[in-house]
Every structure is written in structure tokens, then in C-alpha cells.
């Protein structure tokens, strides 16, 4: 059978002249799903960039269905059927989900089709199983739902092929679920579907066949059936990996975050933390579960200075924090690994080594006489910052921007965890990483834990919580559920409890 596309000997170098890859061969067939693996930085986004029309091969070739095309952009690629919705969201973000699935369109003004389009937008919504609400504008959704409004976006082009990149790393796991559902409804219909993610389990699932990159080069390609985790690692990092981190019980000391009573505003104009009280102490981590959407996100703007709160308090080291005062936060001992890296982790456009010292910039480790920054020494903390956390950049002096999105992770977590907080505030902390730096931050939160730190964990991701909490919370809409011992809880039960359903004994 002739593969439907084909891309033969792709060659990419960057204009800085960092080489993302030299010479993949990729095939995909009618009707498939293709897992694209990799570590970070090895080139996956870049490959089907330059598949979507928005990058040019530095050399190389691609084949439709035989023929030979080119793309210049990607309205090329989306009129041959070619769509992809990608890492980094591109949505506009006062606008709302219908006007943004709309944008870009030829054709009349954008607000004279919203009302003709509205009912094709719905029926698609209702053939493909997603919900999405259409009238808000984007900024204020959940990144979940987002993530949606994204594919919803590319869909409604009508593609044949639909390339994901890390669709998955900001959905919970209902969320995937449906995502997969959708997916193969995809595939029986005969579209295609290239399924890039960090989570071995998932590409197990859902694929068919997998294809392996490391440093730009194909590593391996497998049926999906034939695949095992620990062989699928092995070509990630071209050595077997046992990523386990351990967690020896540890009795927890003083308070160092007290949370009472809180009740945070949402945007939408509703309460979305309301009234929770816990504590974290020294060297415990605390784990908060939950679907994304139930107050988390606000939680730990509130606690990070980002967000104003409404009722209750917030004490560190039994001082209240001052509220929306970020940077008095972070003077008070907060490190914050925050939900939306692009939004409030990273300055895009500045450097890597200026990131890396990013609300740091005051402390006198970094200045020279007067206000003034000590760059010898930025330049040499940046570098060695960017080596502890394995960031896969050409050098400290690179945009942020141009980092893949794992090493721009890499770089918020490492300038966050390289201070000397009091507590740290992680909330998805892994989110986009492969599966060796995922292990590396979660055992230097433990290593944090067990130097007496207050850890303050935020992840949608179960097994996260389960493998580093010593407490576990559940947050269903805006409260606490269950909070106790991590022993005390049951996967299951947390599982049930996330979708607001209470185990039939109270605790
Ligand atoms: N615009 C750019 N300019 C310069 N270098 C870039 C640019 N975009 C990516 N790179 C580099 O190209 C290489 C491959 O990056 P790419 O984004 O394709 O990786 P990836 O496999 O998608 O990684 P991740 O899992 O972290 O998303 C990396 O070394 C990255 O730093
Ligand atoms: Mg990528």
C-alpha cells in the first residue's frame, strides 16, 4: 500500500544554527495512528512543523499520495488536508471559541459568518463528542478546554491529516479518554493521525505504530502490539532507564504555609475557591488532585501574589502574605513553578540566562554596585543552572522562545527549585517533560521535602500525586473533598472523589 504521505531524508537547520534534524524518514498510511516519541529537544514539533507548511526543510522531501508538494505555509498544508495543532497555543485570547475556530478564514468578514458558522460549529462539536462553550472568550477557559477549542479549530478545515502535539499533557484523565475516543472515530473514518506525547502508556493505547526520535534522528519504529515501555525508553535515551523515585516517610515540622477560610474569585465572576483551609508544613509534600477547573489554577495564583482573594488568609512562617504582590512573595521564601509557563514562567523573548535569574533580579548575588546587574556572573549561573537541569539550548544567550517546550519547562522549574525557598509551589510541574526529566524533578522535590521545605503539589496527573504526596487534598469544585495521609487513600478513591463522587463510609 502506498503510504499517503511520505517525507523522505528531512534535514532541518535552524537559522542560529542549531540542527533539530538530519535526515528522518516518515511515513503515514490512510487511516492510522502514528505515535511520534522522543525526549526533549529531539526534534518531534520541528518534524511536523515543517509537515504543517510553517517551517521549510532545510532539505529533504514530501510526498502526498506519490506526488511531490511543497508547502509555503499553512494554509498549503490545510488545503492538502494537512492540520496541526500545536504545543504552544495559538488562540487569540479576547476572542471567544467561535471566533476563534473562525479566524482565518477566507471569506466575508469574520463577525457577518459567526451566525451562519455557528450551527456547522455545533453539529462538528456533536460528531467528534467534545463540548466546548462557544460564547466565552478563550482567555478565560481552562487550558483543557482550550486545548479543544484548538483541535476544534483544525478540524472544522476539514483535514484528512490531524497532527497533535501533546494534546494530552494538559487534560485529565477523563479528558483523555474522550480525546481517544474521538481520535479512533477519527481513524475509521479514515483520517489520519500523528500522536506526539511523553506518556508511554498513552501511546500504547491509542497508536498503531511508533516512531522514535533521538537528536534528530529516527531510532526506532514499531507496531504499537509489539511495543513494551522499557523498549520504547530505550530508544528515547539510548539506554535502559528505570525512572522510580522513592520517598522514605519523614516526620513533618512546624507550619509553614497556613491557608484559612480562603475564597478566590474566578473570572468569570464566580467564586472559585471557596473557603478552604489546610497547612503545609517543613519537609511534607502536600498534594492537591483534582480535574482541572475546580479552583486549582486560582489556588496557587492567589497563593503566588498573581490573583486577589476575597475572604480568609494566607500565612507564611506565620506572617500574612501581602496579597497580589508576586514579587513580596517571592522575597517571603515562594518559589512558584506556575500552571501556564508561557504566560507567567518565562519572558519569551528574553534570553535564557535573563530567565533564569527572572524575579531574582534584585538580590544582590546579581548586582554590582549600584542597581546595577553582574553580568559575568548571571552568564556563568545561567550556564551552570542550564547544565544541572539538562536545558537543550545552544546557549545561555539563546530566546527562550526558540527552546522546545520541555526545555523551556526545564528552565522555569531549575530557576525555581535553584533558590533557597521556604515553600514551593509546583503546579504541574512535569507537564511536557520526557520521561527522564519528569523523574529528575520529581526526585528533587523529594530531595526539597527532605531538606525541611514545604512542598505545595498541584498536578492533574494521579500517579504524580500518588508517587511524591505525603497529604493528599481533593479539590472538587472549589473545596476540599478528602484530605488525609496519602496512605489513607485508594487510586480509585481518588479517582471517585475528582469526579465529586464520595466513598460511601465518611472518613
Ligand atoms: N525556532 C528555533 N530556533 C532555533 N532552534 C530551535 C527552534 N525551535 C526549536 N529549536 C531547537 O531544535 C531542537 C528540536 O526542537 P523541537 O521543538 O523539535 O523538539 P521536541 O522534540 O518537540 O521537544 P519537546 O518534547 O521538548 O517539545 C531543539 O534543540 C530546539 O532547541
Ligand atoms: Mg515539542
Not at 139 to 145: D, M, T, W
Not at 245 to 271: A, F, K, T, W
Amino acid at each position: 500500500m502506498e503510504p499517503f504521505i511520505e517525507m523522505r531524508g528531512i534535514h532541518k537547520v535552524y537559522p542560529d544554527g542549531t540542527v533539530a534534524l538530519r535526515g528522518v524518514d516518515f511515513r503515514l498510511y490512510r487511516g492510522e495512528i502514528v505515535g511520534l516519541l522522543g525526549e526533549n529537544g529531539a526534534g518531534k514539533t520541528t518534524l511536523m512543523k515543517i509537515l504543517s507548511g510553517l517551517l521549510p526543510p532545510t532539505q529533504g522531501e514530501i510526498r502526498l499520495e506519490g506526488r511531490s508538494v511543497r508547502f509555503r505555509n499553512p494554509s498549503d498544508a490545510l488545503r492538502a488536508g494537512i492540520g496541526m495543532v500545536h504545543q504552544i497555543f495559538t488562540l487569540v485570547p479576547p476572542y471567544t471559541a467561535l471566533e476563534n475556530i473562525l479566524l482565518g478564514q477566507e471569506g466575508s468578514a469574520l463577525w457577518l459568518r459567526k451566525e451562519q458558522a455557528r450551527p456547522r460549529v455545533e453539529r462538528l462539536l456533536e460528531e467528534v463528542g467534545l463540548s466546548i462553550p462557544l460564547d466565552v472568550p478563550v482567555e478565560l477557559l481552562p487550558i483543557g478546554v482550550q486545548q479543544r477549542v484548538e483541535i476544534l479549530k483544525v478540524l472544522y478545515r476539514g483535514t484528512r491529516v490531524l497532527i497533535l502535539d501533546e494534546p494530552t499533557s494538559a487534560l485529565t484523565p477523563l479528558e483523555v479518554d474522550e480525546l481517544f475516543k474521538f481520535m479512533r472515530r477519527l481513524k475509521e473514518d479514515g483520517r489520519s493521525i500523528v500522536f506526539i506525547t511523553h506518556k508511554l502508556r498513552e501511546v500504547l493505547e491509542i497508536c498503531d505504530r511508533i516512531v522514535v526520535l533521538r537528536n534528530g534522528l529516527v531510532t526506532g519504529e514499531v507496531q504499537a502490539d509489539k511495543a513494551t515501555p522499557e523498549l520504547l525508553a530505550e530508544r528515547m535515551v539510548g539506554h535502559a532507564v528505570v525512572p522510580r523515585v522513592s520517598r522514605s516517610p519523614r516526620p513533618p515540622g512546624e507550619p509553614i504555609l497556613v491557608v484559612r477560610d480562603l475564597e478566590v474569585m474566578g473570572d468569570l465572576g464566580v467564586p472559585a475557591v471557596r473557603g478552604v483551609s489546610f497547612e503545609v508544613r517543613a519537609g511534607e509534600i502536600f498534594g492537591i488532585a483534582g480535574v482541572e477547573g475546580n479552583g486549582q489554577s486560582e489556588l496557587a495564583q492567589a497563593l503566588g501574589g498573581l490573583r486577589p482573594i476575597r475572604r480568609g488568609e494566607i500565612l507564611l512562617d506565620g506572617k500574612p502574605l501581602p496579597p497580589l504582590a508576586p514579587i513580596e512573595a517571592y522575597r517571603q521564601g515562594i518559589s512558584h513553578i506556575p500552571e501556564d509557563r508561557l504566560r507567567f514562567g518565562l519572558a519569551l523573548h528574553f534570553d535564557v540566562a535573563e530567565n533564569s535569574i527572572l524575579s531574582r533580579q534584585w538580590e544582590a548575588l546579581f548586582l554590582r554596585g549600584w542597581g546595577r546587574l553582574d553580568w559575568p556572573r548571571i552568564l556563568a549561573f545561567a550556564a551552570e543552572l542550564v547544565q544541572r537541569f539538562q536545558v537543550l539550548t545552544p546557549g545561555v544567550r539563546a530566546t527562550a522562545r526558540h527552546l522546545s517546550g520541555g526545555n523551556q519547562q526545564k528552565l522555569v522549574v531549575g530557576r525555581e527549585l535553584s533558590k533557597e525557598p521556604r515553600l514551593i509551589l509546583a503546579v504541574h510541574p512535569t507537564r511536557g517533560l520526557d520521561v527522564a526529566s519528569t523523574a529528575y524533578i520529581r526526585e528533587l522535590l523529594i530531595r526539597m521535602r527532605d531538606q525541611g521545605k514545604a512542598v505545595l503539589l498541584i498536578s492533574a496527573d494521579l500517579d504524580e500525586i500518588l508517587e511524591l504526596s505525603d497529604r493528599i487534598a481533593v479539590m472538587y469544585e472549589g473545596k476540599f473533598l478528602g484530605v488525609g495521609p496519602a496512605e489513607a487513600f485508594s487510586r480509585t478513591e481518588i479517582g471517585m472523589l475528582m469526579g465529586g463522587i464520595l466513598p460511601q463510609e465518611q472518613r
